[in-house]
Structures are given as structure tokens and as C-alpha cells.
């Protein structure tokens, strides 16, 4: 077996290939170009988007060259797949801009300095905006049967619970196709990776090169990823983690990570930190809290770097010290007409997913502090005079959230 295929499935990343026995024998012979295809819909990828890219990092790790696919094409479309709704379209300004802003994170997780390997940012707006519907529907659409196009989830899904799907939707699945036709020839791409949602568009894409060129490519899929708890990797009660630190803080990105259900850490050491595999196997029985700390470490030093790492780490040190003044928190803004009403509008506040009846359970079970004091009514009204010693007050929900509120 091909060493990159190996790794792949020890790191928990295979689901699905097309044919394994063939790719492992051209991963053995030659260094190749593979890519994943990235939709534009906001100004940051997530955490759901994470496996995907470290099956980049993988690739580079390899010695073969990633192609990442920027949907400006695409987005303007939007996948169905996994949806039961139509998407919002966003307008042609905003999806540039975001593909600006997604090509500086994925920056930060791809080697740019060997040429050989340094990835290669396409965006699939520069062939799909020339198309002659005539011609596309003669050359590319002859290749496609409804009656297929009508078999895959992304589609039957829809369908079977009644919800529109639009003939704008309906032809996304073949653009993906060609995009993977576009780039076998002009980049000589014999690989597309995507998650278990993407097997139909993938294969689409392979059947389509082959019945186009005779080529033989190949397709590769990752599973879809849940937490212990069965929520879906990258979104939270409180919203999406995003890889952007204009929407969330290298310090709630580090939290996040240091919050990880204990069943889940092995399994996110090998599928979201570079950590060999070795040194996770002999690592995997030590105290769960400085695993999940590693985790934390490794995870935010690859997006927010070192530097950053460290000070989030010793912050949350201090936070969690008894006589911590909250001063180095990230702050909240409240609004002032917060001002005069009860702790638990507060903490609704600031800490949506929670109900008022888990709020109240809280402050009777001394779980809620402010400035490291208890609280013990539940009718206690924020006044100004908590904010006037020093501006701010630490709010304290539960052990593990803290928050440095200002007016």
C-alpha cells in the first residue's frame, strides 16, 4: 500500500475511493497533482472544513502538489448537497471578497516555500463564466442522465421530503464535473478529495474524464465527522468555530479544542494535529487533560502560530486560577439597556445555549461568579456600580466559561 494511502486511513481520514489498488500504484511511481474544491459563501472557512484541509497538508507531507479549488463559479450556484434549502446567492463582490479572505487561511496550513509542492489557487469562475450554454449542453451535458442525476442524495434527499430543488441546483453536480475535467487538462489533476457528501459529484467527475479522454482519474472521500456527543464537527450550540480570528478569538479557538469530549482526543490528535502517529500511540493512556491541552496547542499553533498559541495557553491559565481578575479575556460588549436587568438576562446574553432553567440550576449550585464571587440570587440586577472599580466585570458560567464584560 502507498504510504500517503496508509497514512490516510491510520489518521481516520479514508472513507471511500474509486479505485484504491490503482491510485496506490500511481502514488508509488510518481508525484501527482490532487484537489479539493472550496465553496465561497463566507468570509471564513470553519472547523467542518478542517479534515479536508489537513488531507491537503497530507498531500504536500507526501510530495505531491494540492490544487485548491475556489468556487467563484460555484458559490454562485451553490451545492445542494447536504442542504434543504436553496441557498442565499451572494453577490459577485462578496464572493471575491471571501475568496481573498479563505486563500489567506488556507496560506497559513499550506507549505508555500517548495515549488515543487507549493499548492496551486484556481478558481473556477475564470473557465465556468466563458461557457456556451449550447455548446456545454452538446459536449458535457450528453455525458449525464437524468435518470443518474436523480439517484444521488443530494438530490433524491431533497426530492423525497418534498423541498424544492432548483434547475440552477439541479446542474451544480455537472460544473463540479467539469471543474475536475478543467483542471485534468490544464493542471494534469488525477485526483479529487472531498468529503462523504461529495461521492456522487465526484464520481461524476471521473466517469465524466474518462468518457471525455479516455483519462483515468481518480476520486477520494473522508467521512463525515461527528463528536462523541453525535453533533456535527465545526458547529457549536453558540455557532460556527471559524478559522478566521475576526470571528472567533485565537483564544475561544484554543477553548474549543481544550473542551474536547474526552472519547474524542485520540481521534482528533490523528486527524488534526501533525503529531506522528508513533508519538500518539505512546502518548494515548496519559492524563486526558494535558492531551486535551496538547490538542489545544497543536491545533491553534497551526492556524494562529506559536506566538499566539502560547499567550492563549497562559491566559487560560490564569483564567482558571481562583483569584484570576479576568483582565486578559477577550471582551464582551453589552448594550446598556442590560443595565437594571437580572443576572440571568445577562448571562442569556453572553451564553445563548443556555435555557433559564439551566441558569438557575447554576447559580443555586454556586456555579455562577462575578469577580470570582458567588451569586446567589437569581434576581441580582446588573447596576453600573459592578463595572466602576475597573470598568469591566469577570463573569464566571460554570468552570469552564469565563467572560470579561464591558458596557
Known sequence: M???????????????????????NVLNKKSIKGYIGFDCTAQSLHVGSLLQIMCLRQLQKHGHQPIVLLGGGTTRIGDPSGKDKTRKILDENEIEKNIKSIEL????????????????FVNNYSWLKELNYISFLRDIGK??????????????????????????????????????????KKQNCLLQIGGSDQWGNIVNGVDLIKRYSSKEVFGLTTPLITLASGAKMG???????????NLL???????????????????????????????????????????????????????????????VEELAKSTFRENSTGEHLPSVKIGSDLIGEDII????????????????????????KIDNEKIEDEKLLISKKLFESKGFIKLSVGKKKHFKIII
Not at 500517503?4 to 490503482?22: A, H, V
Not at 481544550?258 to 472519547?263: A, C, G, H, S, W
Open 235 to 245: 458547529k457549536t450550540e453558540s455557532g460556527a468555530v471559524w478559522l478566521d480570528k
Open 249 to 311: 478569538s485565537t483564544y475561544d479557538y484554543w477553548q474549543f479544542w481544550r473542551n474536547t469530549d474526552d472519547r474524542d482526543v485520540t481521534k482528533f490528535l490523528k486527524m488534526f494535529t501533525d503529531l506522528s502517529l508513533e508519538k500518539i500511540d505512546e502518548i494515548k493512556n496519559e492524563n486526558i487533560n494535558d492531551l486535551k491541552i496538547l490538542l489545544a496547542n497543536e491545533a491553534t499553533k497551526m492556524l494562529h502560530g506559536e506566538i499566539e498559541t502560547k499567550k
Open 105 to 120: 487561511i488556507l496560506k497559513k496550513y499550506l507549505n508555500t516555500d517548495n515549488k515543487r509542492t507549493s499548492p496551486i
Open 345 to 368: 438576562s445577562l448571562i442569556e446574553h453572553v451564553n445563548s445555549e443556555l435555557s433559564k432553567s439551566e441558569i438557575r440550576r447554576l447559580i443555586k449550585n454556586n456555579g455562577i
Open 2 to 24: 502507498n504510504d500517503f494511502i496508509r497514512e490516510f486511513k491510520d489518521r481516520g481520514y479514508f472513507y471511500q475511493c474509486t479505485d484504491e489498488t490503482e491510485l496506490s
Open 143 to 184: 455525458h449525464f442522465t437524468i435518470n443518474k442525476m436523480l439517484s444521488f442524495d443530494s438530490v433524491k434527499l431533497r426530492l423525497d421530503r418534498e423541498q424544492s430543488l432548483s434547475y440552477m441546483e439541479f446542474n451544480y453536480m455537472i460544473l463540479q464535473a467539469y471543474d475536475f475535467l478543467e483542471l485534468n
